[in-house]
């Protein structure tokens, strides 16, 4: 299991932007073709926010929470190992704890209801970074 380390969280006013990383542990690489970004706030359940599936062409397909779509853009570089979550236009209800994670078990689907809390397929976490919006 390769430990992910995000990155990037911060304190932000509405309408602002942020941008999250995720890489490997120093020293660790990951193959993770299926990745996603999770978000827990207060009191509530942890939810899917984006997820990425990168086939060994090169061709990539993103799923989104109809809450961010339009404002979050899910990324990755496979050169740096690194996956990104651009968030634009911030908005309070977006103040969560992120989480960066990946499938436990490779196959299936890479959408955000086909694995994760609530599903049958289980993931590794990274620890998670703070986002706050502030209205």
């Known amino acids: 299991q390769v430990q992910l380390v995000e990155s990037g969280g911060g304190s932000v006013q509405a309408g602002g932007s942020l941008r999250l990383s995720c890489a490997a542990a120093?020293?660790?690489?990951?193959?993770?073709?299926?990745m996603g970004w999770f978000r827990q706030a207060p009191g509530k359940e942890r939810e899917g926010v984006a997820s990425?599936?990168?086939?060994?062409?090169?061709?990539?397909?993103?799923y989104y929470a109809d809450s961010v779509k339009g404002r979050f853009t899910i990324s990755q570089d496979n050169a740096k190992d690194t996956l990104y979550l651009q968030m634009n236009s911030l908005k309070p209800e977006d103040t969560a704890m992120y989480y960066c994670?990946?499938?436990?078990?490779?196959?299936?689907?890479?959408?955000?209801?086909?694995w994760g809390p609530g599903t049958d397929r289980g993931a590794y976490w990274g620890q998670g970074t703070q986002v706050t919006v502030s209205s």
């Open positions: 994670a990946a499938p436990s078990t490779k196959g299936g689907s890479c959408s955000l209801n086909s």
């Open positions: 120093s020293g660790q690489t990951y193959s993770y073709s299926c």
């Open positions: 990425i599936y990168t086939r060994g062409s090169g061709r990539y397909f993103t």
